[in-house]
């Protein structure tokens, strides 16, 4: 058996073995690939084997169209296709499931605006439902954004066509399911599954901040893959540089769970206190007097020292991340630490830099400036300049003309031209792109109509900041507590996460207005519990959406025959509620940041309603800011 | 007749009970008066279950000759249909079946041809062989065939047609040694077992399978005129014409299981076994049963009989009926035998008390409370045996008085076997002649079943069957409708559709198949009308290709949004038509027009090319070239490809900018050149930020000149300069002239935090006090950062600040230091500390 890679070196290899006769080619079934192999095929197999077999095992989902190929490259016949179905997505962490596509699929959606990803997470989707057994019936949809809408059209597609492919007995099942499922209303709000779906353009702003949770933070500054953390790590005793390997979401990693939603300035008490607890228990074992504590001390040993492991490891991890943030920082900053001298902090000051622009404190010069400054000084990869023009140009709705200009040609000066590429399709998605010198007499500007094809959907980001109330002003923020889904970001609650929220509350809402009128009270409504025993669903209604472009478009897909039972929802009380079933599936096409994942988790357990409820994560894939960058290079 | 007790018909061999049960009466006896019908007359092939008769006259009659006919019969001896066969096409050699009951042909020539219905639509192939066939012998998948040079040609799948030639007998040089072969059988292929032939010569039995040629060296009383196999590939039975005895042997002849000497001398027409452990030989006028001992049983037949051997049993054929010949089942015998006082015999006996109102009845139940769930269960399948439904309806009714009394009876089997017996009762009468065992329904199964129903254009039938047994009817009303276009010749297009549409529409069947068999019938229109009743766009796709529907189709696959779709028809497209249409086509379909950008003309640069050349598209255009730049070695075709470039994007008034960026890096790549004669290291720069980096580090004076050139601004310049110059020592003194030759445009900070970052403290203290944005107290932190005391000192004590004086004087150990602070704060406050 010979497993080489399809190389031009395969050609030698696979000849000496030509023996065997039976020939596996596993590929991607791409026009290229597929060419080089038949190419083989017909040059160096089929003229010397005579009972040969041989088969293509291809990944890309397009059956019809790789037979046609095959047939057309002369093939037929001389060999069999098989498929193989990649997309059963991965399971990163309980509640996370990625189809682990590059830079999420962005790329494609981007550049080719393919709909290529979009279907894969749709025959995703559809795998879901068909292993929990038609169990997850999507009841209700929350779509925004084109490529929503279309993701939503493609399943149903897909849906249709698999329950045209399935026998008559499948087919009862599932709608006597339904029938089940609709009975009443109580049956109905234990089991409803809510089905939310983004276009990652919606929040360009969120995916392009730093991350501050400790996953988060982990994936911006290390990378991970499919939540695994790898880098070199220096061995003091022997002074080699060794690998450091650790799978988040490691289903016996108690203390994980504890740490991957925090503010990363919380992790560090935190694994000092698992970690003095542990030393507790492991002291223990000089008081123990009789036999039974210690048959007992030694039955727990292992997984007391199990945990210590996983203590230490993300204690290591811990510190590599705090040292790339601390890097350039003051060691001895405990003197006059009221005092703000120039420094060289990377991390801090880029975060400065993000949260001044986005609270639109700068004018048009400063702001531009101070990207240039911060440039300047620290030479920083190319992508966190990219970001904040792209922040700029959302908030300030554009970068003038002659400043822009100017910035570029500071920019490719100091890159290399070979990002002028970069700039240009920057242009053409208009991510960033020249504001319009507005005069007094133009109506709407070409601009504004432009704006509407484009793959960022903030119109007006200043109005959906208030609207929303995106960036919550909380006094004594206690990140170990938050009270806002504000942790994950530097001061900034995704757009995601708000809209995702305002289905099942709109608190949020009230404390942007009270917060005009009365700064004292908004706080103390948040601790003071509305009598909320109701399982109230407000949906988008009444959401003012209308700074957000795209698409919005919210169903309740019920029988025809039993929507009349539907008409007057008294939504019943929590209480009554027992063996919830109840299920929210999230999807953002392009991929999400694990910095958003762990506010929406938030948001969905500080609410009384939503906190039984499953959570699904159902994305292309889990991006970080650079990536959103980097599919555009 | 119905009525009698079913055991009357028994036969006893040794300890078993055989019995032979008329299935049908054959209507084609009506026949006989005008053609005279007699088997005898006729080469006859039996398929599957009897469930249809294929006939071939072998009469040599000289008007006949030329235009003869195959006759298919139902197993009822109803004629479903006629095959006209013109002599000229070939003479055949043997009928057969497959296991989708179609007939298959096999000519001399050693062409075959299989039938996939009953209408003459057929599938001819060529086994290719170099001399005649003289004999064939079929199994449900394929069949062997022997050529006049005792050659054997093997066809086992007829899915996936490859004629193999099996090894030869006789080795070609030695014509001496040649074999005569007396009788042969296969042994079909089972599980991972390939064909073999079992061969009969005058010397010994062989075994021909692919590997080769094996003498098993049995002779027995041989030669073996009739050899026939028994269904599980274990035994075989082998009659020798010249002893009129039959050996049965294990199949690998290793063991005799016994030999049985007849008594009729006649020559036997046909060996077969019945199930696995009986054999039948047919004679004239008697079929001999032969069990595993040396006993006997004749049946005795009027006429010529065929045989057709099944699992449970065997179909025997003569000209007035159809008859099964089988065992009689355990079950059976315990419940019918007379005296029997088996628990299932009784529960039976009870239902005829209850019809005479008897209460005995109730004393039935009692001797077998403790094996009613058998009586039950033995009722049951007792039924699914018999032919009578006088019987298994009383059979039934025990069973269902039975399991009244029984605590929680699960009654699936009840309730199957009810139903499977409605269904084969149905299928039995003589209309639809397929006369099927319950244990042969079981294994056949309702969806094939069904399928051989559709051969017969039964849909009425099959609709009922399906919606009785809760199966899919799609495939029954597709091929309603495909029946329906096909003998339709006189309705219109539209006639047809509204016809089929009526039927179909609410039935959610799929359009395709009709549509294409409606094309394929000549009916264009009707077939694009069809398509679009289709709800799966993926089979309309190649459909409408195939009716050069092509816009229709991209815009169909682009609407419906399958990546796997668009691409079969992008592909399709691209290579049947001319570029230029090609890109036509694909304006204003924009899922298709990016997947063929991503997945077609990615890699292929030309393409991409002609493809924005024609779109206009500028930007991509323009990218194509920025990508040829990166990959250009030499700089003068690096400046062709800028021109180019900034061509291109000076076409458009939104990519001014990027133009005369490119126009400009013309003028950087001829500086760059310029410097690399006094500088070799500037070869490797990829910017102008570089370039400039090597001129600083070279000389500083050249730099200064060189960044206007390179159009860096003064501010980077500044820089760049700092950054530079702070990590080499021996140039700090330079820096610092540079910085305070005139006023630097970016404050003295980057100069301090440059200086202190590569560690020279003294010399980053030098530029605190030029920071002018700073307020003094944060001057006195960085001269403390610098280690720089004095100064912090100097510059407290300038703001007589003495508290501040207090704070430096607790960071520092050395005690001139602290002296200095003590001076200080007295001279401010007059008092010493």
């Known amino acids: ?633 | 007749m119905s009525s009698s007790n079913p055991s009357l018909g028994w036969e006893r061999l040794q300890n078993v009970f055989y019995r032979s049960r008329e299935c049908l009466e054959l209507q084609w006896k009506q026949e006989e008066i005008e053609e005279g019908l007699n088997l005898q007359d006729y080469k006859v092939a039996i398929a599957p279950y009897a469930a249809s008769i294929a006939l071939y006259s072998i009469r040599s009659i000289p008007e006949l000759a030329v235009n003869k006919s195959i006759h298919i019969y139902s197993g009822a001896g109803v004629k479903i249909t006629s095959i006209s066969w013109l002599s000229s096409i070939g003479e055949i050699v043997e009928l057969g079946w497959n296991s989708k009951f179609q007939l298959i042909v096999v000519m001399k020539s050693g062409k075959f041809r299989i039938y996939n219905n009953y209408e003459g639509d057929f599938d001819e192939f060529d086994l290719h062989l170099e001399s005649d066939i003289i004999e064939v012998k079929f199994w449900p998948d394929g069949f062997v065939a022997r050529s006049i040079d005792d050659s054997f040609t093997c066809i086992s799948n007829y899915s996936k047609v490859i004629p193999i030639c099996l090894p030869s007998i006789t080795t070609k040089n030695d014509e001496s040694k040649k074999r005569q072969i007396h009788g042969w059988a296969i042994l079909p292929p089972m599980y991972n077992r390939q064909v073999k032939v079992i061969v009969s010569t005058d010397i010994s039995v062989l075994i021909i399978s692919l590997d080769g040629v094996t003498d098993t060296n049995f002779v027995g009383n041989g030669p073996f005129t009739s050899i026939a196999i028994a269904s599980n590939g274990e035994f075989v039975a082998l009659y020798s014409t010249s002893s009129n005895e039959i050996s049965i042997r294990t199949a690998d002849f290793s063991v005799s299981l016994t030999t049985f000497e007849s008594d009729n001398d006649s020559i036997p027409l046909e060996l077969q076994w019945c199930s696995n452990d009986a054999v039948i030989v047919s004679y004239t006028d008697e079929l001999k049963l032969i069990g595993p001992s040396r006993d006997s049983l004749s049946f005795y037949t009027d006429s010529v009989t065929y045989l057709k051997p099944e699992d449970d049993g065997l179909y025997f054929l003569n000209n007035e009926r159809l008859e099964f010949l089988s065992r009689v089942s355990n079950v059976t015998m315990d419940t019918f035998k007379i005296g029997s006082t088996s628990p299932s015999a009784i529960l039976l006996d009870a239902i005829d008390q209850i019809d005479h109102h008897s209460p005995k009845a109730n004393e039935n139940l009692e001797i077998i409370k403790g094996d009613l769930t058998t009586a039950v269960d033995n009722c049951i399948r007792a039924a699914a045996e018999e032919f009578e439904p006088y019987w298994q309806k009383k059979l039934l009714r025990a069973a269902s008085f039975g399991k009244t009394t029984i605590d929680l009876y699960n009654s699936d089997e009840f309730v199957d076997t009810c139903n499977n017996l409605r269904v084969l009762n149905i299928i039995r009468q003589p209309e639809v002649g397929i006369f099927l065992t319950y244990s042969q329904f079981i294994e056949l199964g309702v969806d094939r079943l069904i399928k051989l129903l559709l051969l017969r254009q039964l849909h009425y039938l099959c609709v009922k069957i399906s919606d009785f047994m809760t199966l899919p009817t799609d495939e029954i009303f597709i091929d309603w409708a495909c029946c329906k276009i096909k003998h339709s010749l006189d309705l219109s297009d539209t006639e047809l559709l509204s016809a089929i549409i009526k039927r179909l529409l609410d039935k959610n069947v799929s359009f395709a198949p009709i549509s294409q068999l409606a094309y394929q019938e000549g009916r264009t229109q009707l077939s694009i009308n069809l398509l679009n009743f289709e709800k799966d766009t993926s089979k309309t796709i190649p459909l409408l290709l195939e009716m050069e529907q092509d816009d229709y189709a991209l815009l169909k696959s682009d609407e419906n949004m399958n990546v796997d779709s668009i691409m079969f028809v992008l592909i399709t497209l691209f290579n049947k038509l001319s570029l230029s249409d090609f890109f036509k086509l694909l304006d204003g379909k924009p899922n298709a027009t990016s997947l063929f950008k991503s997945k077609i003309a990615q890699n292929d640069i030309q393409l991409l090319h002609d493809y924005y050349f024609q779109a206009d598209l500028t930007s991509g255009l323009a990218e194509i070239e920025l990508d040829k730049l990166a990959n250009e070695k030499s700089s003068e075709i690096q400046k062709q490809i800028l021109m180019k470039g900034s061509k291109i994007l000076g076409r458009s008034k939104y990519t001014e900018f990027e133009s005369k960026r490119l126009k400009d890096e013309i003028k950087i790549i001829d500086a760059k050149i310029k410097l690399e004669q006094e500088i070799p290291s500037i070869k490797n720069t990829e910017s102008a930020a570089q370039i400039l980096e090597e001129v600083i580090t070279q000389d500083l004076k050249k730099a200064i000149k060189v960044h206007k050139e390179l159009k860096i601004s003064e501010r980077q310049f500044y820089y760049k300069v700092a950054k530079t110059l702070s990590k080499l020592p021996e140039r700090r003194q330079e820096l610092h002239e540079f910085a305070t030759s005139k006023k630097s445009p970016i404050g003295y900070e980057p100069f301090y935090l440059e200086l202190l970052k590569n560690g020279d403290k003294r010399q980053a203290s030098l530029y605190v006090n030029l920071c002018t944005s700073m307020d003094y107290r944060q001057k006195v932190k960085c001269y403390i950062k610098c280690e720089d005391f004095k100064n912090a000192i100097e510059e407290a004590y300038k703001r007589k600040d003495v508290e501040l004086l207090d704070l430096i004087r607790s960071l520092t150990d050395n005690s001139v230091h602290k002296r200095h602070v003590d001076d200080c704060i007295e001279r401010l406050t007059g008092s010493r500390r």
């Open chain 1, 1 to 633: 058996m010979a497993i080489a890679p399809i190389t031009g070196t395969i050609k030698r290899r696979v000849i000496t073995d030509i023996s065997v006769g039976i020939f596996v080619f596993l590929f991607d079934g791409s026009i290229q690939v597929l060419d080089v192999v038949s190419l083989l095929i017909k040059s160096k197999l089929l003229p010397y084997t005579k009972n040969h077999t041989i088969s293509f095992i291809l990944t890309n989902h397009l059956m019809k169209t790789n037979e046609l190929i095959v047939e057309n490259l002369g093939l037929k016949g001389d060999l069999e296709l098989f498929e193989w179905n990649t997309s059963i997505p991965l399971i990163i962490e309980d509640d996370l499931i990625s189809l682990n596509l590059k830079y999420g699929g962005l790329k494609e959606l981007f550049l080719n605006d393919s709909i290529e990803p979009i279907q894969l997470l749709a025959d995703s989707l559809l795998n879901l439902i068909i292993k929990s057994d038609y169990k997850i019936r999507i009841t209700n949809t929350f779509l925004k954004g084109s490529f929503s809408i279309k993701f939503w059209k493609i399943f149903n597609n897909l849906y249709d066509r698999h329950l045209n492919s399935l026998d008559p007995i499948h087919k009862k099942l599932i709608n006597d399911q339904d029938e089940t499922l609709f009975l009443d209303q109580y049956s109905f709000f234990n089991r409803n599954i809510d089905f939310v779906c983004f276009d990652r353009g919606v929040d360009l702003i969120s995916c392009l901040l730093t991350q501050l949770t400790y996953t988060g933070l982990t994936d911006d500054i290390i990378g991970t893959d499919m939540g695994i953390v790898n880098f070199p790590i220096l061995n003091p005793e022997t002074n080699e540089l060794e690998e450091f390997k650790l799978s988040l979401g490691d289903s016996n990693d108690f203390i994980y769970p504890l740490i991957k939603n925090l503010n990363f300035s919380m992790v560090g008490s935190i694994l000092n206190s698992k970690a003095k607890e542990i030393q507790k228990e492991f002291d223990k074992r000089n008081s123990l007097n009789d036999i039974d504590s210690m048959k007992k001390f030694v039955g727990e040993l292992n997984l007391l020292k199990d945990n210590q492991r996983w203590v230490q490891k993300h204690t290591t991890l811990a510190e590599f991340i705090l040292q790339s943030v601390k890097k350039g920082e003051d060691d001895d900053s405990s003197i006059m630490n009221e005092i703000d001298i120039p420094s060289y902090n990377y991390f801090n000051q880029f975060i400065e830099l993000q949260q001044d622009i986005l609270s639109d404190n700068l004018d048009n010069k400063k702001n531009c400036n101070l990207i240039l400054e911060f440039m300047y000084k620290f030479e920083p990869k190319i992508q966190d300049i990219i970001k904040l023009l792209i922040l700029t140009t959302i908030v300030k709705k554009g970068i003038r003309e002659f400043e822009y200009d100017y910035m570029k040609s500071e920019i490719l000066n100091l890159y290399g031209l070979k990002y002028l590429k970069l700039f240009i399709r920057l242009k053409e998605l208009k991510l960033v792109y020249n504001k319009e010198t507005t005069s007094f007499l133009s109506g709407p500007s070409i601009i504004e109509e432009q704006s509407f094809d484009s793959i960022q959907l903030i119109n007006d980001f200043r109005s959906i900041s208030n609207y929303l109330n995106l960036m919550p002003i909380v006094d004594q923020q206690d990140l170990n507590n938050p009270k806002d889904a504000d942790f994950g970001l530097p001061g900034f609650v995704p757009i995601i996460t708000r809209l995702i929220e305002a289905i099942y509350d709109r608190d949020f809402l009230s404390a942007t207005t009270s917060l005009t009128t009365t700064t004292t009270t908004s706080s103390s409504s948040h601790t003071n519990h509305r009598p909320k025993t109701r399982l109230r669903k407000y949906g988008w209604d009444n959401l003012d959406l209308s700074n957000l472009n795209g698409e919005v478009k919210q169903d309740f897909l019920i029988t025809e025959n039993k929507k009349k039972l539907f008409d007057s929802i008294i939504p019943p009380k929590l209480s009554n509620l027992t063996n919830r079933k109840d299920v929210i599936i999230v999807s953002v096409i392009g991929g999400l940041t694990y910095s958003e994942i762990s506010t929406i988790r938030f948001i969905l357990q500080k609410n009384e309603v939503t906190k039984d409820k499953q959570l699904i994560i159902l994305t292309t894939g889990v991006i970080k800011s650079d990536d959103v960058i980097n599919c555009l290079i």
